[in-house]
């Protein structure tokens, strides 16, 4: 494994089988039934480099969330290896079988990979610094005043200094994203997973929180952003990483992606975005 | 004019009774949300031994009645050589009862905290069992607030069903008081006054500590 590799996915299998039982626990450790199933992710391969920007695009159901979602290990996968910072996230591996591991090691491996989801999925008994505060209180095990010094400039950071007391039902959704980042940002992971951050947001607060992201990737985070948005990804992204029914069907940098695509399938998806001629 | 006279002076003597009131309230209380959230907590675990004995002593204590319970806690478990004296078999038996109702408003709140949270927490290093005593269950309790205020209030007038059990709280002062005076009406009048002024504030707090959730939520 190269030296600068953040992330190392390869050969994922993922298939969804319906759950029967849906207790809470069960979700929480992320054991399921089996019934139905469905194969969501077919042989998914992917480096990430540090200080690298990956959009990764493609239509609906292609299994963007799912992967991003593998790699935080908040879904279980059947084959295949993950890794992040050189760990192997979820598993050990015994004979080349993988074995689920403790749910206290994944958790510790977790804190290494922030995630921003499209709900934002705030506290919602917690203000703003209360959110941001909170995993670095009970994750982090920092004093009140050590949590307090690292929650402020981020919340600093994404424009937020001036509702830190606010509730999230006292904050847009556009400032509730912001208040997400900097929470996933304080613990200062190595990379950053964004699911379609604006796609729960009214349009005219998508450009707040995409500003954010770009600054962000400015500063040199590695991350991989799940969006529709093309414009923002060939602005921001050093790579696009296209999906299509779970496998991913074309990579490279923007500039050769969006004017010479090579697979059939991102032009018909660049071509419905408007951006070829159809 | 005689008989509202008569019933402020009776007030004194059912008001020595009160302090037993509260003792069975507050311990029972107490005794009810600790087994309240740990039933709760049985009811949604994967262990299916767990959720089992839990359903099943949801099953009993919700199909029998409260006064039943009571005496057999008192007048049965003797005959197997537990003897509770009658404060600690009220509050024993009010607990138990109370802890079947609590821990399904337990439940209910703790399945209400919406997926997402218990995600967030997840993915920002919480374990499994963290998550569930950081993020779900203090949330859970602001929900359950007012539904735990409106069974309090029941339980404080359930405490009356402790008097077949020789507590001496209200209903049995306000027996004796009775059988030696004979004014039936000004007595009972003046006990069934003494539980609405109890109760009256706390319905009002009730009320507040709803309208407090609703705003955070
Ligand atoms: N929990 C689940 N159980 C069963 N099937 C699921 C589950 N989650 C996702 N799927 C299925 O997996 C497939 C891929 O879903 P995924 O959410 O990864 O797609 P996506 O590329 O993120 O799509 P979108 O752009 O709509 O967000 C879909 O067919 C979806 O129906
Ligand atoms: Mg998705």
Known sequence: MAEDTIIDVRDV?????????????????????????????????????????????????????????????????????????????????????????????????????????????????????????????????????????????????????????????????????????????????????????????????????????????????????????????????????????????????????????????????????????? | MDFINNTFAVFPALLVAVPVVVQLALGAMLLALVLGLLIALARISSFSVLRGVATFYLEVIRGTPLLVQLVYIFFVLPSIGVEIEPVPAGILGLGLNYAAYLSEVFRSAILSVEHGQTEAALSLGYTPTKTLWKVVIPQSFVVSMGPIGNYFIAMIKDTALTSVIAVTEILKTANILNSQTFQTTAIYTAAAILYLIISLPLSRIVVVLERKARANG
């Not at chain 1, 760990?87 to 050990?92: F, P, Q, V």
């Not at chain 1, 990804?233 to 990579?251: F, K, T, Y």
């Open chain 1, 13 to 278: 299998h993922k298939t969804f089988v319906s759950e029967t039982k849906r207790t809470l626990w069960n979700r929480l450790t992320g054991r399921h039934h089996v019934e139905k199933r469905v194969e969501v992710l077919k042989g998914v391969d992917l480096v990430v480099h540090r200080g690298e920007t990956i959009a990764i695009l493609g239509s609906s159901g292609s299994g963007k969330s799912t992967l991003l979602r593998c790699i935080n290990k908040l879904e279980t996968i059947e084959a295949g290896r993950i890794y992040v910072n050189g760990h192997l996230i979820g598993y050990e591996e015994r004979d080349g079988e993988l074995i689920a591991e403790k749910a206290s090691i994944t958790a510790q491996k977790r804190t290494d990979i922030g995630f921003v989801f499209q709900h934002f999925n705030l506290f919602l008994n917690k203000t703003a610094l209360g959110n941001v505060m909170a995993p670095l209180r009970d994750v982090k095990k920092l004093s009140a005043a050590e949590a307090r010094s690292v929650a402020v400039p981020n919340l600093e950071m994404v424009g937020l200094a001036d509702k830190m007391e606010n509730y999230p039902s006292k904050l847009s959704g556009g400032q509730k994203q912001r208040v997400a980042i900097a929470r996933a940002l304080a613990m200062e992971p190595s990379v950053m997973l964004f699911d379609e951050p604006t796609s729960a947001l009214d349009p005219e607060l998508v450009g707040e929180v995409l500003a954010v992201i770009k600054k962000i990737a400015q500063q040199g985070t590695t991350m991989v952003i799940v969006t529709h948005e093309m414009q923002f990804a060939r602005d921001i992204a050093d790579r696009i990483v296209v999906m299509d029914q779970g496998v991913i069907v074309e990579e490279g940098p923007p500039s050769r992606i969006f004017t010479a695509p090579q697979h059939p399938k991102t032009r018909a998806l660049l071509s419905r975005s408007g951006i070829l001629p159809a």
